[in-house]
């Protein structure tokens, strides 16, 4: 399969993962195809999956070469889906009651957090999802970093790509239609092989609530 220039597709989701074993459960719901011109791009009916690589300066270099490639237009949804570190649940960062970030846990995320930077994400999570409990805890504030996020305890969710993302987007107009959702998974004091093993049990543990997300932000 020859995969289309971005843009064309209106109402486009792109699903930004910074690894493979994060974009997976989108890849094998949606029955995407990698790109024969790209390793780093899946295609399939109206839904795309771009790797992005790990960190802030990668994330922007690879959304530039996404967008040199063709534009996006104004109604293309950007989904960052990724695993994100926990420092705490002593304190909730947003200063409202008690934390109650855990393992396995989807975190709509609110604002992100960069050094002095932040921006406010305004897109909505989607009605639907699983009746046994909600599939997305809203609300959630992120602080991306540029070392692993198990290195930070302090009480907040951490990744390294969020506000890569958010920056670009922000650059081209296109924050207004950025969700990023965090799978909530390795806690301070992991080692990094640690961290990768609860990552990748989780995400497999939660693959069709994480491919849900796609489905709902496609049919909103």
Known sequence: MECRPAGLLTGMLTVLCAHLAE????VEHFGLDRCRHDSNLYSGDGVRLVLTGQGVDQCRATLGRLFAAGPATPEDTWLNFGVAGYGGSAVDPRGVGQAAYAPGMLV???????RAQSWTLTMQPPAGGDRSGP??????????VDTPETAFARPWLYDMEGAGIAGFLA?????????????VADGPGLSIREGVRLGRGLLAGNRDRIAGLGELLLGA
């Open 108 to 114: 709509w995320i609110h604002r992100v957090h960069y």
């Open 23 to 26: 974009g997976m459960p989108f």
């Open 135 to 144: 599939v997305i805890a809203t609300g959630g504030c992120l602080r991306t």
């Open 171 to 183: 650059s081209e107009n296109r924050l207004s239609r950025l969700a990023i959702v965090k799978l």
